[in-house]
């Protein structure tokens, strides 16, 4: 059974910090490239951060870049997202991203909700 589980989330101050994690089961996780996407209520999913299947290359969204890190362990089938100095503009509901890889599909994680809020 294919499994992606977010956790992190939750309420925290403009200017804060947050470190969501997505536990990967049932799929073969190194080697496959791993991405965090973003939707905010009304708004379209939006691609936040990639990490290459290496870990070796990094992309962001304009709107993230130099406040968020992408990161993965692959002993423990886990990808990062690091989110320093939050704005009230990142909240949104956070999805963890397994892209295709090798004769696998794609696969989503359920969301974690991520409010920027005093």
């Known amino acids: 059974q294919v499994q992606l589980v977010e956790s992190g989330g939750g309420l925290v101050q403009p200017g804060g910090s947050l470190r969501l994690s997505c536990a990967a089961s049932?799929?073969?996780?190194?080697?496959?490239?791993m991405s965090w996407y973003r939707q905010a209520p009304g708004k379209e999913r939006e691609l936040v951060a990639v990490?290459?299947?290496?870990?070796?290359?990094?992309n962001y969204a304009d709107s993230v870049k130099g406040r968020f890190t992408i990161s993965r362990d692959d002993a423990k089938n886990t990808v990062y997202l690091q989110m320093n100095s939050v704005k009230p503009e990142d909240t949104a509901v956070y999805y963890c991203?397994?892209?295709?890889?090798?004769?696998?599909?794609?696969?989503w994680g359920q969301g974690t909700q991520v409010t920027v809020s005093s």
């Open positions: 049932g799929i073969t996780f190194g080697g496959r490239a």
């Open positions: 990490i290459t299947g290496a870990g070796t290359s990094t």
């Open positions: 991203y397994a892209q295709p890889y090798l004769w696998s599909p794609h696969y």
